[in-house]
């Protein structure tokens, strides 16, 4: 029985009209685009071409795919297509945590990959130092923060698992401290903190924004060719090469890796592992210094809360406060498209919970809010496979968590198409899928009611039901 006197932290007043001021005016567009310098498109393919390598998507997959291709062998032919301009999709409109992690987490690894969990921790220890080598290789600025995560918990039932965590992250080689609520409330000033887990060699913070457009700039300086606007619409086996179709032209290729992450995919089967979830996300105005100093946060941590629908939030470089998640919405089909970037009754549900969480800053209003796709899998993290013999790679399915795997994801996939036998294709991480979603209408079906079990569990603290739980016996589960 949920305990009558238990009350998450979340008001269920209907959102006041000052409260979708909030956010009224803010431009719909994610805020590290817009603070980009407007730069020309690159040209639509058009006609035949030729490619050794040709990657489909340049997110954060595709670029680190092409920029690492060149490193190993300058002297590749190596094309890139991508349906919209470079960053458009998830890798420039996410969160900005880097995480080392290549599980989803600790907890999710633990789940699912305990055998390998070691390797799979220092592997994405060295992916994170060789994404600051690359970075600084390639004169890459993107505003990266070692701040660490702080994860708060907002509900007593939430405070003993912070000790699980901080003792799950000790084990696998982390610096953490654990805060009671006094001192969490220090660290950032917010009624609602009861205790924190400061894990602070996990993540850092960049600019997504920068970080994309300082990869597009780099793959094409070590002489990548990209062609923007150029979504591909067909893909087939031809004459020993593959031959890619765009609505202007065909590239025959020798391999191909397809990067396309939550994005219905040119490659039927990818389809039954991958869905897009969508998440929503409002960036303040700057904040004032005496807004600074009502919050406090000095050390600047990237921050999350709560149950299974928790926040994130982090300031930025010039001081906003980017505040997403809670929400995670599936859609029937997985349509990834820009009207879906507006969803008024999430934004008013964020703005709500923000101001729950600082009431101090009431009045600050929303400068940007955007919405972007997740690519999610049952097992939250990473897979790979190949297809056409061999030609065709590919990395999808990261969940929330791929700012810093999309390189390892690249890494592997391009090891898989050169057939390189590493110590990463080897683990079973890499050689096993993830269990595939039923298809619709089920998929719905089953997706809506796991959202919604979810739910109930964090209004029960934390009770896991049946359903649940029986999802967790198989190895299955939804996440963003
Ligand atoms: C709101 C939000 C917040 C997030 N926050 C975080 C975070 O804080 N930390 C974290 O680690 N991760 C976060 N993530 C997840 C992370 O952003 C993604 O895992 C990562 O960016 C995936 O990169 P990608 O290159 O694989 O995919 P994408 O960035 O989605 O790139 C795929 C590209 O392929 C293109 N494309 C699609 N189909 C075609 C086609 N047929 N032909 C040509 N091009 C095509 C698309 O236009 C797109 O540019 C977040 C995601 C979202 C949406």
């Not at 995670?328 to 934004?347: C, Q």
């Amino acid at each position: 029985m949920p305990d009558a006197s238990h009350r998450p932290p979340w008001p269920t007043t209907p959102p006041t009209a000052a409260l979708r001021a909030s956010f009224a005016d803010a431009v719909r567009r994610p805020y590290w685009l817009d603070a980009l310098p407007p730069r020309e498109p690159a040209s639509p393919l058009e006609g035949p071409a030729e490619a050794d390598l040709c990657i489909v998507g340049g997110g954060f997959t595709g670029l680190w795919a092409a920029l690492h291709a060149k490193g190993d062998d300058p002297g590749r032919d190596v094309l890139l297509l991508e349906a919209e301009t470079t960053g458009f999709g998830a890798s420039g409109r996410n969160g900005g945590f880097l995480s080392t992690s290549l599980t989803h987490g600790i907890e999710n690894g633990l789940a699912r990959f305990p055998d390998e969990l070691a390797t799979l921790e220092r592997l994405g220890r060295e992916n994170v130092d060789g994404l600051r080598a690359d970075l600084e290789r390639h004169r890459i600025d993107c505003d990266l923060e070692r701040t660490g995560a702080l994860h708060l918990a907002t509900e007593p039932y939430q405070v003993p698992e912070l000790e699980e965590a901080a003792e799950a992250a000790r084990r696998f080689g982390h610096e953490v401290e654990l805060l009671d609520g006094e001192a969490a409330r220090a660290e950032i000033h917010s009624p609602l903190y009861l205790g924190g887990v400061w894990v602070r060699s996990s993540t850092a913070l960049v600019d997504p924004g920068k970080l994309v457009e300082g990869l597009g700039r780099a793959a094409r300086t070590s002489g990548v060719r990209v062609h923007e606007h150029s979504p591909v619409r067909g893909i087939r086996s031809r004459g020993g090469r593959i031959e890619l179709r765009t609505p202007a032209g065909t590239v025959s290729a020798r391999s191909v890796l397809l990067a396309t992450n939550a994005y219905p995919p040119p490659l039927r089967r990818l389809r039954r592992h991958v869905v897009a979830v969508y998440d929503y996300v409002l960036v303040t105005e700057p904040l004032s210094g005496e807004q600074k100093r009502a919050i406090g946060w000095e050390r600047r941590q990237g921050l999350s809360d709560g149950g299974n629908q928790f926040h994130y939030y982090r300031l930025t470089a010039d001081d906003r406060i980017l505040y997403g998640g809670y929400d995670a919405v599936y859609r029937y089909g997985s349509p990834v498209e820009p009207r879906l970037d507006d969803h008024e009754p999430t934004f008013a549900r964020l703005a709500q919970h923000f101001f729950a969480t600082f009431p101090q800053l009431e009045g600050i209003r929303f400068s940007h809010r955007w919405g972007g796709a997740i690519g999610t899998c049952s097992r939250f993290s990473v897979f790979f496979g190949t297809a056409h013999r061999g030609r065709v790679a590919y990395a999808a399915g990261y969940t929330g968590l791929g700012v810093g795997a999309t390189r390892f994801g690249a890494r592997v996939a391009l090891d898989l198409l050169d057939g390189r036998d590493t110590e990463a294709t080897r683990l079973r991480y890499v050689r096993r899928k993830p269990v595939p979603f039923p298809p619709e209408p089920l998929r719905s079906a089953v997706i809506q009611l796991t959202r919604n079990r979810l739910a109930a569990a964090d209004r029960d603290e934390g009770r896991r039901g049946i359903w649940l739980r029986t999802l967790d016996r198989l190895g299955l589960g939804f996440d963003s």
